[in-house]
């Protein structure tokens, strides 16, 4: 088992910043990919970046391309989403996932392996 707790959310001002944290722990490996979700109200979970543990290799939805940076810091098993120019249709629930599988912008919110709980963002225009 491998829980996820995400950290960071909150309110911001459009083009601001926010940094989202997702720490990891129990059955940690480094072969897991980790990546990040977001759901806004009354749409589908999406796909917003991913990372593998190994190497850095790193995909990002085009939507958020050149403004979101995913990142990890192995030794303490957390993944960071740094959010810059934000806009208000950025706002949702961010949710931090981990697959042992590689994520890609083509993997399906229902693959992941786990979730955390999530970590609201809003953006006021």
Do not use: H
């Not at 959310?9 to 490996?29: D, E, I």
């Not at 990372?51 to 050149?66: E, H, L, P, Q």
């Amino acid at each position: 088992q491998v829980q996820l707790v995400e950290s960071g959310g909150g309110l911001v001002q459009a083009g601001g910043s926010l940094r989202l944290s997702c720490a990891a722990s129990g059955r940690t490996s480094s072969n897991y990919y980790m990546g990040w979700f977001r759901q806004a109200p009354g749409k589908e979970r999406e796909f917003v970046a991913a990372i593998s543990w190994i190497g850095g290799s790193s995909y990002y939805a085009d939507s958020v391309k050149g403004r979101f940076t995913i990142s990890r810091d192995n030794a303490r098993n957390t993944v960071y989403l740094q959010m810059n120019s934000l806009k208000p249709e950025d706002t949702a629930v961010y949710y931090c996932a981990a697959r042992i599988r590689r994520i890609t912008i083509a993997t399906p919110a229902g693959d992941m392996d786990y979730w955390g709980k999530g970590a609201l963002v809003t953006v006021s225009s």
